[in-house]
């Protein structure tokens, strides 16, 4: 049980396009995901919060209007890379949590290899 | 906010010892620290986990300490094998209410090598 599906696992983009990313919590309800981002041999940094109905807690420098989170259901948040550049070239994971309140465990969807050229 | 501390940054071990990665953290709220193992390109994996109201817990070869006054707490793998080999990271969280919403703050990992 608790398995997030995160779609694509990989997309190439060019400079300057836009890149929507999908997390889904297939068989249980989310209230709440994180956005993290993963530079290569770095930790998973927090991007933001999505809550389902609410607008997205953003983490101190990053910037919300080129990451476009939308929690639109309680199984699905995106997020949108919007006039991607090549440092925005990363991994991008999303979690969601389970039933049992915020100290129940995170599961994490497979992930998103973008790279912008 | 949170800041985790995690080490050491590269561990590398024979087959058969043993491996202790430690963290600190800086939050006294924080009272839920799991531990996640990653393999390149993939998504971490929950490994273990540990509440504030626990000093210890073990599952088969892996166990985690915590010292709450000490603000710090460790994984211990026990026999290692090569399929160990991973990067390993430990994180905090608290149960605040607010706008917390009990979000994770990750330690920068530490990459585990078994050797055969």
């Known amino acids: 049980g608790a398995v997030v599906s995160q779609h694509p696992s990989w997309v190439i983009c060019k400079s300057g396009t836009s890149v929507k990313i999908e997390c889904r919590s297939l068989?249980?309800?989310?209230?709440?995901m994180f956005w993290y981002r993963q530079f290569p041999k770095q930790s998973l940094m927090l991007m933001a919060t999505s809550n389902e109905g609410s607008k997205a807690t953003y983490e101190q420098g990053v910037e919300k209007d080129k990451f476009l989170i939308n929690h639109a259901s309680l199984t699905l948040s995106t997020l949108t890379v919007t006039s991607a550049h090549p440092e925005d070239s990363s991994f991008y994971i999303c979690?969601?949590?389970?039933?049992?309140?915020?100290?129940?465990?995170?599961?994490f969807g497979n992930g998103t290899r973008l790279t912008v050229t | 906010g949170e800041n985790v501390e995690q080490h050491p940054s590269t561990l590398s071990v024979q087959e058969g010892d043993s491996a202790v990665i430690k963290c600190t953290y800086s939050d006294s709220a924080s009272n839920y620290f799991p531990w996640y193992k990653q393999e390149l390109g993939k998504r971490p994996q929950l490994i273990i986990d540990?509440?504030?109201?626990?000093g210890e817990k073990k599952d088969q070869r892996i166990a985690v300490t915590l010292n709450k006054t000490a603000k710090h707490f460790s994984l211990h793998i026990t026999e290692t094998q090569p399929e160990d080999s991973a990067v390993y990271f430990c994180?905090?969280?608290?149960?605040?209410?607010?706008?917390?919403?009990?979000?994770?703050?990750f330690g920068q990992g530490t990459i585990l090598t078994v050797h055969p």
């Open positions: 979690s969601a949590r389970g039933t049992g309140g915020n100290n129940s465990p995170l599961h």
């Open positions: 068989d249980f309800q989310a209230t709440t």
């Open positions: 540990i509440r504030s109201n626990v």
């Open positions: 994180a905090a969280s608290t149960n605040a209410g607010g706008t917390s919403y009990g979000k994770l703050t």
